[in-house]
């Protein structure tokens, strides 16, 4: 099983940007296929996108497409969100997760990451 560890959370003005990092232990990370989701307080958690094991297709949830971006470097074990022009409505802990048969079921999370967005 995979261990997760997110980080690169904060406070951000609304219209701002943040990257934020999730780093895998395991020689197996580059064939998992890894998401991001989220949850707002109060409000259950939802997905946010995925990325193939090899960086190759990403799935965006439509609140998200044109802003939010996922990429991978598996050289490092991480993935990447990169989340531009944040809303308010976008504050949430944000948690990765693996994927590793790339069929829709996360077994391994991470602790996640608070990010609040200011308006």
């Known amino acids: 099983q995979v261990q997760l560890v997110e980080s690169g959370g904060g406070l951000v003005q609304a219209g701002g940007s943040l990257r934020l990092s999730c780093a895998a232990s395991g020689r197996t990370f580059s064939s998992y296929a890894m998401g991001w989701f989220r949850q707002a307080p109060g409000k259950e958690r939802e997905f946010v996108g995925r990325i193939s094991w090899s960086g190759g297709n990403t799935y965006y949830a439509d609140s998200v497409k044109g802003r939010f971006t996922i990429s991978r470097d598996n050289a490092k074990n991480t993935v990447y969100l990169q989340m531009n022009s944040l809303k308010p409505e976008d504050t949430a802990i944000y948690y990765c997760?693996?994927?590793?048969?790339?069929?829709?079921?996360?077994?391994?999370w991470g602790q996640g990451t608070q990010v609040t967005v200011s308006s």
């Open positions: 997760a693996a994927d590793p048969d790339d069929v829709g079921l996360f077994g391994s």
